[in-house]
């Protein structure tokens, strides 16, 4: 890793990776560990040091791996290392890989966390939080007055599945080569009436919360040192414990919660639309650029135009300038976006601006979203000069105008955005205020920042929900879909715009974006929908995710479900985060009842009877 890249956080390191390797035995390896940081990074650690801690992966804690540090943290110039030993502290994990086989040189193993003291909430403002819904935490969760959660322990472990955990599955699970979702295959859960750490071994289970972009801590001694929590972890909170001498019985943790450190020096400035959208109405509107022309700024220089009518692409390459603004009328085709890739790989381009997006002005294929992904990765700003919808700018797969980037990112980061499916027709008054009513109780159980997605359609459920959803003073979003006759409702805060073959990356942007799904009646295309949800359920996408489905209407459809798993044609599993409720009011309680949730305020500070 070099210098320049960073993590979200300044407390939280970019991965750790094994540098060389001390002694390795089939029961233990020692290594040195080491990263490279960015020069504030860097000083901020190291006038910090007495505050940093390792922190393992989790996904190798969950694989039942564990790290600990040898002796002190090291600076040498902009690397920080350290030693550690790493074992099988679940024996049965090892599915007859010795740790020795695991533990090469170049494995990435974890990051170093900086427990910054004056970033810790105290029991007043943890207090607080939880009452605004800022953090959402398990039923029975006390506030110690030390400023820490006591929160319960879900009463499930995750037990190896050997058919699953396989000598080459643990391979490559170690090596981050399996996605972190797939392990539901690997150790399934099971619920238990208590959980029991058993003496030289060890156990996984889990717990639940929402932070809301704030980091965790936890505390336990018997916890692995898979102990922090980033801005990204919310919903299910995975623990593994230790276990000592004898068996322990395991009621509750005690967890720390911090708010993040931004960087304040060398952040890349983002480029902004709206800024310099009287200038690109100029060169759009009186049509400077035509179909093959492209328009070039450096450093927020007057533009200049390029015409490719007699110039090959390979042009681009010779006249760009490090950091450029690209402006296009057109999204670029497959050739040009070629040769876009190179550039941006170049650090060429840091903007890239277009106004017509490929199919029919507004929709784009799965091509067209992975070439976008591609740029982005690279650290270029995409946006796009929408007639309809205004200036907007890319993020996440979603566009969205400039001002409205903060808070999608603290809804999507902290999982609080639900999807809400149903016909694409006229909507009853009924539905209607079941419809207002399973908003309302969405908002209820996230305070806050939150926001509903849609499929966008116009005059159906879809606005309707949007019109709701705005009402409250709700982010609204829609995974648009170009069907022939079907209007699209603009009035939306972000939106991602899919080609009428993109049903299943329609889908999966909706899926990936949402910790929710509420169904209200529907045709084809909702049950569809719910469907593939099923689909990916069984292959252990979203597995934890609870589908809501509203009213009566939906009676056969748990019936049907039934009738499947008593015919033994589909594993239960598949449907137990399924709820089917009368009246759209009682989303609240479900999603508290899901996620095993407080439904009431914390009014009491308990005092720390542990050691």
């Known amino acids: 890793m070099n210098s320049t890249e960073r993590p979200v956080s300044l407390n939280e390191s970019p991965d750790c990776e094994i540098e060389d390797v001390i002694s390795?035995?089939?029961?233990?390896?020692?290594?040195?560990?080491?990263?490279?940081?960015?020069?504030?990074?860097?000083?901020?650690?190291?006038?910090?040091?007495?505050?940093?801690?390792?922190?393992l992966h989790s996904t190798k804690a969950r694989l039942g791996i564990n790290q600990e540090k040898d002796g002190a943290f090291l600076l040498e110039e902009n690397k920080i290392?350290?030693?550690?030993?790493?074992?099988?502290?679940?024996?049965e994990y090892s599915s007859g890989v010795t740790i020795d086989r695991l533990m090469k040189p170049g494995l990435k193993v974890g990051k170093?966390?900086?427990?910054?003291?004056?970033?810790?909430?105290?029991?007043?403002?943890?207090?607080?939080?939880?009452?605004?819904?800022?953090?959402?935490?398990?039923?029975?969760?006390?506030?110690?007055?030390?400023?820490?959660?006591?929160?319960?322990?879900?009463?499930?472990?995750?037990?190896?599945n050997p058919a699953v955990l396989?000598?080459?599955?643990?391979?490559?699970?170690?090596?981050?080569?399996?996605?972190?979702?797939?392990?539901?295959?690997?150790?399934?859960?099971?619920?238990?009436?208590?959980?029991?750490?058993?003496?030289?071994?060890?156990?996984?289970?889990?717990?639940?919360?929402?932070?809301?972009?704030?980091?965790?801590?936890?505390?336990?001694?018997?916890?692995?040192?898979?102990?922090?929590?980033?801005?990204?972890?919310?919903?299910?909170?995975?623990?593994?414990?230790?276990?000592?001498?004898?068996?322990?019985?395991?009621?509750?943790?005690?967890?720390?919660?911090?708010?993040?450190a931004p960087f304040q020096e060398g952040a890349k400035s983002r480029f902004?639309?709206?800024?310099?959208?009287?200038?690109l109405d100029t060169l759009y509107e009186k049509n400077f650029l035509g179909d093959g022309g492209i328009a070039v700024s450096e450093n927020g220089d007057k533009e200049r135009i390029i015409d490719f009518a007699e110039k090959r692409f390979d042009y681009l390459l010779k006249t760009l300038k490090p950091d450029s603004s690209v402006m296009l009328h057109n999204f670029p085709n497959r050739l040009l976006a070629s040769y876009l890739i190179v550039a941006a790989d170049l650090g060429l381009i840091k903007n890239l601006i277009f106004k017509k997006a490929p199919e029919q002005d507004y929709f784009f294929s799965s091509e067209n979203l992975a070439f976008m992904d591609k740029l982005q990765?690279?650290?270029?700003?995409?946006?796009?000069?929408?007639?309809?919808?205004?200036?907007?700018?890319?993020?996440?797969?979603?566009?969205?105008?400039?001002?409205?980037?903060?808070?999608?990112?603290?809804?999507?980061?902290?999982?609080?955005?639900?999807?809400i499916y149903g016909t694409a027709g006229a909507v009853d008054a009924g539905t209607e205020k079941e419809i207002v009513d399973s908003v309302k109780s969405f908002k209820e159980f996230h305070g806050g920042i939150c926001g509903i997605l849609t499929g966008g359609s116009a005059g159906s459920i879809m606005s309707f929900v949007s019109e709701t959803t705005k009402s409250l003073g709700m982010l609204?979003?829609?995974?648009?879909?170009?069907?022939?006759?079907?209007?699209?409702?603009?009035?939306?805060?972000?939106?991602?715009?899919?080609?009428?073959?993109?049903?299943?990356?329609?889908?999966?942007?909706?899926?990936?974006?949402?910790?929710?799904?509420?169904?209200?009646?529907?045709?084809?295309?909702?049950?569809?929908?719910?469907?593939?949800?099923?689909?990916?359920?069984?292959?252990?996408?979203?597995?934890?995710?609870?589908?809501?489905?509203?009213?009566?209407?939906?009676?056969?459809?748990?019936?049907?479900?039934?009738?499947?798993?008593?015919?033994?044609?589909?594993?239960?599993?598949?449907?137990?985060?399924?709820?089917?409720?009368?009246?759209?009011?009682?989303?609240?309680?479900?999603?508290?009842?899901h996620f095993g949730s407080e439904d009431k305020m914390l009014s009491e500070i308990t005092r720390n009877n542990h050691p």
């Open 24 to 55: 390795a035995t089939p029961k233990e390896v020692r290594a040195v560990v080491s990263v490279r940081l960015c020069d504030e990074q860097l000083s901020y650690f190291a006038r910090n040091m007495e505050c940093l801690n390792t922190d």
């Open 81 to 91: 290392s350290y030693t550690a030993r790493f074992w099988f502290y679940i024996p």
């Open 112 to 160: 170093i966390y900086l427990k910054n003291p004056k970033l810790k909430y105290s029991a007043s403002e943890l207090i607080n939080l939880i009452c605004n819904r800022t953090i959402i935490v398990p039923k029975g969760t006390k506030v110690l007055e030390e400023g820490a959660l006591l929160i319960p322990v879900m009463p499930f472990v995750h037990l190896p």
């Open 166 to 260: 396989t000598r080459e599955y643990l391979k490559a699970a170690v090596m981050k080569k399996i996605p972190r979702e797939d392990l539901c295959f690997a150790q399934p859960e099971q619920r238990v009436d208590q959980i029991v750490i058993p003496s030289g071994s060890g156990v996984v289970s889990h717990t639940t919360l929402f932070t809301q972009s704030n980091e965790i801590f936890i505390l336990d001694a018997e916890h692995t040192d898979a102990r922090v929590g980033s801005k990204y972890t919310n919903g299910i909170i995975y623990l593994e414990f230790m276990g000592g001498d004898e068996d322990v019985l395991k009621k509750d943790i005690r967890i720390e919660v911090f708010k993040p």
């Open 272 to 279: 902004h639309i709206d800024v310099y959208s009287a200038s």
């Open 377 to 419: 990765d690279m650290g270029v700003c995409i946006s796009w000069k929408n007639t309809i919808q205004g200036d907007l700018v890319l993020h996440n797969r979603f566009f969205m105008r400039s001002a409205i980037i903060p808070s999608f990112v603290e809804a999507f980061d902290s999982r609080k955005l639900a999807a």
């Open 476 to 593: 609204t979003g829609a995974v648009y879909w170009k069907i022939p006759g079907v209007e699209f409702y603009p009035h939306v805060d972000f939106a991602a715009y899919l080609g009428r073959n993109d049903l299943l990356e329609r889908q999966e942007i909706l899926s990936h974006a949402t910790e929710a799904d509420i169904y209200f009646k529907g045709g084809v295309g909702t049950n569809l929908e719910n469907a593939i949800t099923f689909v990916k359920k069984k292959l252990g996408i979203g597995y934890y995710k609870p589908q809501i489905f509203v009213g009566a209407f939906y009676n056969p459809l748990k019936d049907w479900l039934h009738h499947l798993t008593s015919e033994q044609m589909a594993d239960p599993a598949i449907f137990k985060s399924c709820y089917f409720i009368k009246h759209g009011n009682e989303v609240f309680k479900t999603l508290c009842h």
